[in-house]
Nanobody, 125 residues
């Protein structure tokens, strides 16, 4: 069983930055591709970004391209989401998720095997 714990959320002004972290309780996280999702109030889960097991491949939804950067440090059992130029529409609870799969990463919620409990990001002036 994998445990994922997100941190780094908070209140930020439009145009500001935040870095989310997700600590993963496993000694072999290189067996998992990792993804970030978000859920805004009244909306469904939305896949934001993902990164393959060794960090070679990444993927972003269009609204995140050029603003968000996903990375991972397998030695520290942690995945990150650097978010720059934040907009009010980025306000959501952000979740990290893990997928045990030998192929590429995914931003489809139904592909995920493990989930964290989320961290709230609020972008407001």
């Amino acid at each position: 069983q994998l445990e994922l714990v997100e941190s780094g959320g908070g209140l930020v002004q439009p145009g500001g930055s935040l870095r989310l972290s997700c600590a993963i309780s496993a000694s072999d996280i290189d067996l998992y591709s990792l993804s970030w999702f978000r859920q805004a109030p009244g909306k469904e889960h939305e896949g934001v970004s993902c990164i393959s097991r060794r960090g070679i491949t990444t993927h972003y939804i269009n609204s995140a391209k050029g603003r968000f950067t996903v990375s991972r440090d397998n030695a520290k059992n942690t995945v990150y989401l650097q978010m720059n130029s934040l907009k009010p529409e980025d306000t959501a609870v952000y979740y990290c998720a893990a997928r045990s799969y030998t192929g590429g990463c995914s931003v489809s919620a139904t592909d995920m095997h493990y989930w964290g409990k989320g961290t709230l990001v609020t972008v407001s002036s």
